[in-house]
């Protein structure tokens, strides 16, 4: 995530990614980090090469939605509790859900209130198409089994392009958008979506301790996106 490398520009700062290629192409938007004070290293949170307690601050953006429910997800966070200091903190935005779909009214007004912003006219047009195909499936998920609905995502998006006024631009990058997920299905191939927020805390909870929490203010849905402080959990020293 560029912003978080500009947050840490100046330090010693790894950049972990499945691809270098997505590391190169988010480096577009850096406005302060530079790329040749960085270290890069490819591969997933679950198997990076480095010893226990390496990090001071572990910072990540909706990482832990990039593994399924289970124990991948699960080997997660005790796989970032070894990797963080004893005195470290893991810092990330998360995804939950509460269980409550938005209206037709509500999207519309959503997508409305991102595309005009200066953050999502950065975007290339294909950033914007799977950030509202995302969208779509976010909105329409079944949240009690952590399942999406591409039906439901896509039969949206074809009814608010039919039935509701929007510029040329917003109306193209919708349908773009429903025939991004007919065409292609789920992105990234997952079948899944966040957790409720009791999973979630349930989760971080047996690894970490929740020192601090925030929300954004500026966009619509903030409240699914939590910020969390985590301090490790440390083992403790058995009585003698």
Same mark, same amino acid.
């Given at each position: 995530?560029?912003?978080?490398?500009?947050?840490?520009?100046?330090?010693?700062?790894?950049?972990?990614?499945?691809?270098?290629?997505?590391?190169?192409?988010?480096?577009?938007?850096?406005?302060?980090?530079?790329?040749? &004070?960085?270290?890069?290293?490819?591969?997933?949170?679950?198997?990076?090469?480095?010893?226990?307690?390496?990090?001071?601050?572990?910072?990540? &953006?909706?990482?832990?939605?990039?593994?399924?429910?289970?124990?991948?997800?699960?080997?997660?966070?005790?796989?970032?509790?070894?990797?963080?200091?004893?005195?470290?903190?893991?810092?990330?935005?998360?995804?939950?859900?509460?269980?409550?779909?938005?209206?037709?009214?509500?999207?519309?007004?959503?997508?409305?209130?991102?595309?005009?912003?200066?953050?999502?006219?950065?975007?290339?047009?294909?950033?914007?198409?799977?950030?509202?195909?995302?969208?779509?499936?976010?909105?329409?998920?079944?949240?009690?089994?952590?399942?999406?609905?591409?039906?439901?995502?896509?039969?949206?998006?074809?009814?608010?392009?039919?039935?509701?006024?929007?510029?040329?631009?917003?109306?193209? +990058?919708?349908?773009?958008?429903?025939?991004?997920?007919?065409?292609?299905?789920?992105?990234?191939?997952?079948?899944?979506?966040?957790?409720?927020?009791?999973?979630?805390?349930?989760?971080?909870?047996?690894?970490? +301790?929740?020192?601090?929490?925030?929300?954004?203010?500026?966009?619509?849905?903030?409240?699914?996106?939590?910020?969390?402080?985590?301090?490790?959990?440390?083992?403790?020293?058995?009585?003698?």
């Amino acid at each position: 995530t560029p912003e978080l490398r500009d947050i840490v520009a100046g330090r010693r700062v790894v950049v972990a990614d499945l691809s270098y290629s997505n590391i190169l192409a988010a480096s577009k938007y850096l406005t302060k980090a530079k790329p040749k &004070d960085e270290i890069w290293v490819k591969g997933d949170w679950l198997s990076l090469p480095f010893p226990a307690n390496y990090f001071d601050v572990i910072l990540g &953006d909706a990482v832990s939605n990039q593994f399924p429910p289970g124990d991948e997800e699960n080997k997660f966070f005790e796989i970032i509790r070894t990797y963080c200091s004893r005195k470290g903190y893991f810092i990330s935005r998360f995804l939950q859900r509460h269980g409550v779909q938005i209206s037709h009214d509500q999207l519309a007004r959503h997508l409305a209130t991102i595309y005009f912003t200066p953050e999502f006219a950065r975007f290339s047009n294909r950033e914007k198409i799977f950030a509202v195909a995302t969208s779509a499936l976010s909105y329409t998920a079944d949240t009690s089994r952590r399942m999406p609905n591409l039906y439901a995502a896509w039969t949206l998006l074809h009814d608010l392009s039919e039935y509701y006024y929007l510029d040329f631009p917003m109306w193209s +990058v919708i349908k773009e958008a429903e025939r991004y997920l007919k065409k292609n299905g789920l992105p990234g191939g997952r079948w899944w979506t966040p957790p409720p927020r009791r999973g979630l805390l349930q989760m971080i909870s047996r690894h970490f +301790v929740i020192t601090d929490e925030a929300y954004a203010k500026d966009y619509f849905g903030a409240s699914n996106f939590p910020i969390m402080k985590c301090a490790p959990k440390t083992k403790r020293r058995k009585r003698i």
